[in-house]
Nanobody, 126 residues
Framework: QVQLVESGGGSVQAGGSLRLSCAAS????????MGWFRQAPGKEREVVAT????????YYAASVKGRFTISRDNVKNTVSLQMNSLKPEDTAVYYC???????????????????WGQGTQVTVSS
């Protein structure tokens, strides 16, 4: 069983930056692909960025590519999301997710992830 705890959310003006972190415990972190998803009010949860077990492969949604960076530390068992040039449409609850993978691949599908954090709110004002 893997437990995930997000931190770093908050409120920021458009154009600003935030860094989200997710601390994992209870599993062998380096065997899990990790992802960040988000859900805005009235909308479905959507993928933001994902990273492979080693960190060597990443995936970004088109809406955040070039502005967000996902990274992981397999010693500290953490995954981070650096968010720059934030826009009001980035406002959502952001979730960290973990999914076991037998190889070093990324997965952008919700169903790939068995474990989820409780979410952290990001609000971007114009």
């Amino acid at each position: 069983q893997v437990q995930l705890v997000e931190s770093g959310g908050g409120s920021v003006q458009a154009g600003g930056s935030l860094r989200l972190s997710c601390a994992a415990s209870g599993g062998i972190f380096s065997t899990y692909a990790m992802g960040w998803f988000r859900q805005a009010p009235g909308k479905e949860r959507e993928v933001v960025a994902t990273i492979s077990r080693s960190g060597g492969r990443t995936y970004y949604a088109a809406s955040v590519k070039g502005r967000f960076t996902i990274s992981r530390d397999n010693v500290k068992n953490t995954v981070s999301l650096q968010m720059n040039s934030l826009k009001p449409e980035d406002t959502a609850v952001y979730y960290c997710a973990a999914g076991y993978r037998s190889s070093d691949v990324v997965c952008s599908i919700y169903g790939c992830y068995e474990y989820w954090g409780q979410g952290t709110q990001v609000t971007v004002s114009s």
